[in-house]
């Protein structure tokens, strides 16, 4: 869903709220680490059946309105089971950690709040309301900064349209470390970046980390990292700048409609790239992908990525290859069962590169490229359903023939 979306059809973001007769500073602690608070002495019960999303957006807004630096979960099942347009845990301030500690959060209810996610990560957006308390926010735009997640798994129980495990966009500073997502309806970590509204608005997403994440049984894509302009060639430096590593992703259910998004191509996808500016940078390593899904680049006019000591099972498509591309150290399904090319490269431009990769399942033909010369000579190992040697890697080297 493009950006625009979440503003036109529901403007998400937040002001620094103080909730009253709630809470006061004494709930505030402080240890080696810094400050802290904990989320129960906001009335969240974590027993899995109680809805504590209310709750933990409270903690949250007392968080950044406090300057505290940590917010602590219990190793519970929190609830969230509000179903109403507001129903969106929101972090969108400077300066946060919130410390999982095992958490599990339970989505159930039939909506993913007015941006669509069961978490979103966000900064301030002029005229945007806060998701619980719908104050409008006059402020600036601003991104969210510094913001970590870490030790938490979120499953969602039911299937709304496009709900995403977690949203992220207008971020400046992000560090997501030891979450799994389960049964995201769209997507489990949709990352996006978009300067669509004339140029009033330029939503950032960089500086942004992805570390030991796990996308189970996604419905559409495991990973989106995804941007979009309308302002022509104009070139916006590290707008969309990311890392994903140490990562899974398996059991992606269902393709996204060719009609509905002709850039997917109609396949089910593990991970996404839909870069839009000469400044976006994706760089993604030890990485596992299931055979469930693609790793898919397209709409790519200008950018970069960098594959590198990944397994990717499912198969490589790229359909635009004026992005600066650099395929070096993975393990990639080469054909599938049926002898069909599981590799697609187009158009890569001459600075890319597509080496030292270990190609299963080989057979002649099982590359289709519509590259030339930059890959005429590309050093990569052959190997064979069973993982041996079975030709040496000087019979890659007819790249001329379009295919190998």
Not at 129 to 138: C, V
Request: net charge positive; charged share 20%.
């Amino acid at each position: 869903m493009k950006i625009g979306k979440y503003i036109v059809l529901a403007s998400i973001t937040v002001l620094f709220f103080i909730f009253q007769n709630f809470t006061t500073a004494d709930q505030i602690k402080s240890d080696s680490k810094g400050t802290y608070i904990n989320v129960e002495d906001f009335r969240a019960v974590g027993d899995g059946k109680t809805d504590d999303t209310l709750a933990i957006q409270k903690a949250i807004d007392f968080a950044f309105a406090n300057k505290v630096q940590r917010l602590v979960f219990q190793k519970k099942e929190y609830a969230l089971a509000s179903d109403n347009a507001f129903n969106v845990i929101a972090l969108y301030g400077e300066n946060l950690i919130l410390e999982g500690h095992g958490a599990t959060f339970i989505k159930s209810s039939k909506t993913g709040g007015i941006t669509g996610d069961a978490f979103i990560v966000a900064g301030l957006i002029p005229g945007a309301q806060h998701p619980h308390t719908r104050e409008t926010n006059p402020h600036p735009l601003v991104p969210a900064k510094k913001i970590v997640i870490s030790d938490i798994k979120i499953i969602i129980k039911k299937k709304p349209t496009n709900m995403n495990c977690i949203g992220i966009f207008n971020v400046d500073g992000l560090l997501i470390k030891n979450v799994t997502c389960e049964n995201a309806p769209q997507t489990s970590f949709a990352i996006i970046s978009d300067d669509t509204h004339d140029g009033k608005y330029i939503m950032k997403a960089k500086n942004i980390i992805l570390d030991n994440t796990h996308s189970i049984n996604s419905f559409k894509h495991a990973y989106r990292v995804i941007s979009f302009s309308d302002n022509g060639s104009k070139e916006i430096e590290h707008e969309l700048d990311v890392t994903i590593k140490n990562c899974t992703s398996k059991g992606v259910r269902e393709a996204e409609s060719n009609e509905k998004n002709k850039e997917t191509f109609g396949f089910k996808i593990n991970l996404w790239y839909r870069p839009a500016y000469n400044k976006a940078k994706l760089t993604v390593m030890n990485c596992k992908f299931d055979q469930s899904g693609k790793v898919v680049v397209s709409g790519a006019k200008v950018g970069s990525l960098k594959l590198s000591n990944n397994v990717i099972n499912g198969g490589l498509f790229i359909s635009k290859g004026s992005t600066k591309i650099n395929i070096e150290k993975n393990k990639i399904q080469c054909a599938y069962s049926d002898g069909s090319p599981a590799i697609f490269l187009k158009g890569m431009q001459s600075e890319s590169t597509f080496v030292n990769n270990q190609l299963f399942n080989y057979n002649r033909g099982c590359v289709q490229d519509s590259s030339i010369e930059n890959f005429e000579h590309s050093p990569n190992q052959v190997m064979s359903r069973y993982f041996e040697m079975i030709h040496p890697s000087s019979e890659l080297n007819d790249f001329n023939s379009k295919s190998y």
